[in-house]
């Protein structure tokens, strides 16, 4: 029944690896985004695609590469990891652009760069 | 200077005390606000929405918006121990706009 699942939910891991986190929803939606909250909870956009169309692109270090293989599916690939690049990275999804500002969260994957 | 302002407390009170949780802004295209409330190692979760100025009543939670001088709250009525988290505001330009911007959010203690 979980409406926004993400996996790992922890992913710990050593500078310069690459890892990814994956999300998946269920409730239908057609925008996925990917959020990042540091360790001070300043939650901060990343990604937007709707449609596996790529809408938002805020200022991200191009090591981070989202990939959208269907609209329920919202993968996010980190290459060469930074200490810096530790935080919780949250996915969330909401209905088609213009018909609501709420956004569903998943629980979240913290990543903590060794 | 950020978009949104938030101050981050932490904030402690007794159970049953009004809290009085609040956000500033500077962007005046910013229509659409709203409270999200998430709990330690969660997702945010909506808890109110309001388009522009006014109040919005639910329960024991009301938000209000001040679009004149850019100013949002959230107040909580007879506060429980359940109502500790950490509640983050968020507006937009647009309704269903994509980009949301957050507050840093306020860390809320309710005592019982």
């Known amino acids: 029944d979980t409406a926004v699942s993400q996996t790992p939910k922890y992913l710990v891991t050593q500078m310069g690896n690459d890892k990814s986190i994956k999300c998946e929803q269920n409730?239908?939606?057609?925008?996925m985004y990917w959020y990042k909250q540091d360790s001070k909870k300043f939650l901060k956009i990343m990604f937007s695609?709707?449609?596996?169309?790529?809408?938002i692109n805020e200022t991200v270090p191009n090591r981070f590469s989202p990939k959208s293989p269907d609209k329920a599916h919202l993968n996010l690939h980190i290459n060469s990891l930074e200490l810096g690049d530790s935080a919780v990275y949250f996915c969330a999804s909401s209905q088609e652009p213009g018909t609501s500002n709420e956004q569903f969260f998943g629980p979240g994957t913290r990543l903590t760069v060794l | 200077q950020k978009e949104v302002e938030q101050d981050p407390g932490p904030l402690s009170v007794p159970e049953g005390a009004i809290v009085s949780l609040n956000c500033t802004y500077s962007?005046?295209?910013?229509?659409?606000f709203m409270w999200y409330r998430q709990y330690s190692r969660k997702g945010p979760e909506l808890l109110m929405y309001?388009?522009?100025?006014g109040n919005k009543e639910d329960g024991r939670f009301t938000a209000q918006v001040d679009k004149s001088s850019k100013y949002i709250s959230l107040f909580i009525r007879d506060s429980q121990p359940s109502d500790s988290a950490t509640y983050l505001c968020?507006?937009?330009?647009?309704?269903?706009?994509?980009?949301?911007?957050f507050g840093q959010g306020t860390r809320l203690t309710i005592n019982p």
């Open positions: 695609y709707n449609n596996k169309e790529l809408i």
């Open positions: 962007n005046s295209a910013f229509q659409y």
């Open positions: 409730l239908g939606h057609d925008t």
């Open positions: 968020a507006m937009s330009a647009n309704v269903g706009a994509q980009k949301l911007v």
């Open positions: 309001t388009y522009s100025s």
